[in-house]
């Protein structure tokens, strides 16, 4: 069964520093996504993507995030200089339609130090 | 602003018993629906959607219902088994956008 894989599982970092999370959406999806989870919260939406733009944002996507597709299997996050409260599970998710079911990866847990 | 949100943070139910896990929503503009179950250390899974023209989705051993009167989502887990334990979330879409919108999560324990 295809599934939306991430890398890294965890994440280290300074704060500061710069960090790009990877995701591999499933190959026919067209719309991909970001959310994230603090700990013990619920799941919150960051960015969505299509076409090779974003389509939406939140409040929480700010000038330090931004995501790129840079080939035809990848789709990235990165956090430009990394903040304490940016220490979350990252999510990728991919869509093969505008609104339907959202199949999710495993995560990247980040931890900013 | 409107927001997803649950009535009940942590049910325990004995194996083999149903569940219901509940969800009121705010948003009247929202018109797909969907739980996830999120097991420790794992992404959100997909359980089960309802769009906003029915009232009741059936898959296996689960059941959404939705009352657009009350803004009321529902999940049914028939005969619970120890493998259902999780964190369960419905989340929203709302007309003309596709960005998820969760709810707090209920946690579901079950007792074997």
């Known amino acids: 069964e295809p599934e939306v894989t991430q890398t890294p599982s965890h994440q280290v970092t300074q704060m500061g520093q710069e960090v790009i999370l990877r995701c591999v959406p499933i190959s026919n999806h067209l719309y991909f996504y970001w959310y994230r989870q603090i700990l013990g919260q619920k799941v919150e939406f960051l960015v969505s993507f299509y076409n090779n733009e974003i389509s939406e944002k939140s409040e929480i996507f700010d000038d330090q995030f931004s995501v790129e597709r840079p080939d035809g299997s990848n789709f990235t996050l990165k956090i430009r200089s990394t903040k304490l409260e940016d220490s979350a599970m990252y999510f990728c998710?991919?869509?093969?339609?505008?609104?339907?079911?959202?199949?999710f990866g495993p995560g990247t847990r980040l931890t900013v130090l | 602003g409107e927001s997803v949100g649950l009535h009940l943070p942590t049910l325990s139910v004995q194996e083999g018993d149903n569940s219901i896990i509940n969800c009121a929503y705010s948003?009247?503009?929202?018109?797909?629906f969907i739980w996830y179950k999120q097991e420790s250390g794992k992404g959100p899974q997909f359980i089960i959607d309802?769009?906003?023209?029915?009232d009741k989705r059936q898959g296996q051993r689960v059941t959404v219902l939705l009352n657009k009167t009350v803004k009321h989502l529902s999940l049914q887990i028939a005969a619970t088994q120890p493998g259902d334990s999780a964190v369960y979330f419905c989340a929203e879409i709302m007309e003309y956008g596709n960005k998820l919108v969760f709810g707090a999560g209920t946690i579901l324990r079950v007792k074997s």
């Open positions: 948003n009247s503009a929202s018109d797909y």
């Open positions: 309802i769009r906003s023209n029915m």
């Open positions: 998710a991919s869509s093969e339609a505008f609104v339907g079911e959202q199949f």
